[in-house]
C-alpha cells in the first residue's frame, strides 16, 4: 500500500493526461494517509507544503513531458521518492489519450490500473543487493579545472564510454554508473529513476535516469546485459551520486550478455581521462 | 560544445541526431531550452519556428530532449543500427591505414 506520501501532480486541466493525473492523486490520497500538494498553491505559498515535504516521501505525477510538476519540485528543491508520466504509462499500455478533458470510461481505467500499480509496487520487496562477495576496489587519478575537482578510476577493470558512463567488470558481471563530469555538470542530483530489474539492456541503451535542478541526463548504459541489481538507497538519497559517482553512488549490476563485443566501443582510464579533462578545461573557459 | 569525433569516428558520419514532427510539435521551445549543444534553432519570423540546425553537436546517444517534449514530437535513430554503423566505420578506417 502505497502511503505516507505527499503526492504532487501536475494537474493540468487543458490535457488528459494532466486530468488524470490530479484525479490519481485523489484516489492515492482518499485510499490511504496521503496528502496532495495543490501545484498552483504552491505557487504562491510553500510553508504548508514544504512542511509536509519534509516529514513525508514524495510521488510526483507529471502529465506528459514537459513535467511541469517535477520542475516545481525542483524550483522548491524537493526530493523525489518516486514519479510518474501518465503520457508514458499510458503509452507503455497501449492506450492513446484522447484530447477528452473529462473523466470518462477509458480515463478512469488508466487511473485504476496505476492506483493499482503504485501500490502493488510500493509493497514490493526492497531489490536484491548485488553480490556481496564481489568487491569493486577504486584507485583514482584526479585533475582540477576551477573549483571542480574530477575524480577518475584507473583500474584496468573499469570501462568508459563518451557518455560519461563507467563499467567494473569482474566476471561476466558489471557494476555500471555516472562519473565525476556527470555529477559535477548536474550539481545537485535530486531525483534518481532506476532501471528495472531483470531489464535486458543493450549496449548504449538507457539506464535509468537522474534528475537536478538544472538538467536530466538518460544514463546510457557502457555495456549490454541483464539487470541483476540496482542501487535502491539512491531513490531516497541521489545525492550519494555528488558524493561518489563510483562507490555509494553506483546505478547498477548487469550480468553481461556480450562483453567481448561491447568492448570495442569502450575506452580505459588513459584515454578517458585526456577527454574528460579537455573537455572539463573547454567547458571551463 | 560541438565534439569532433565519437568513439574515434568523425561525428559528421554517424547518423544520430533528433527528428522533429511538425505535425506535433506545438513550438513550446522546451527543447530549445534543455538543450545545451545548440542542435536546435529558433526562428521567430519563419512558418518553421524550430529547425535542427546543428545535427552534429547532439550528443550520440543522448535523447534527452525528447523527454522535455509534451506533445511527443521528437524522435531517433535507432541505437543498435548506430552502434553497428560506428562498427562499421571503425573497421573501414582501420584497415584502410
Redesign the interface.
Known sequence: MLENYVILPCNGLDKCAGRISGQLAIKLSENADNVIICPVFYRVSETKYNKLAAERKLLVIDG????CASKLAAEKNLKISRKIII?DEAKNRNVELTDNLRIQEKEQAIIDTLFNDLNKSDDAAVTPSGDELISYDFVYETFQVGKFIFRIPKNKEVYF???DCWAYVVGNRARVGVTDYVQQNLSDILYFNPPEIGAEI?????LG?IESSK????L?SPVSGRVVAVNETLVQKPEMINENPYELGWIAELELTNFESDK??L?GFDKYFTITQK?AE??NV | MSETTFMGVERDKIDWKPTLDYSKCDYCMECVKFCPHKVFEVRENEEIKLIVKNPHNCVVFCRACSKTCGPDALSFPDKNITTQRIKEIRKETESNA
Open positions: 506528459c513531458r514537459t513535467q503520457a564510454n563518451e557518455n543493450d549496449q548504449f541503451g538507457e535516469e538538467a536530466l541526463v538518460e546510457i570495442e566501443l575506452i573537455r573547454d567547458a
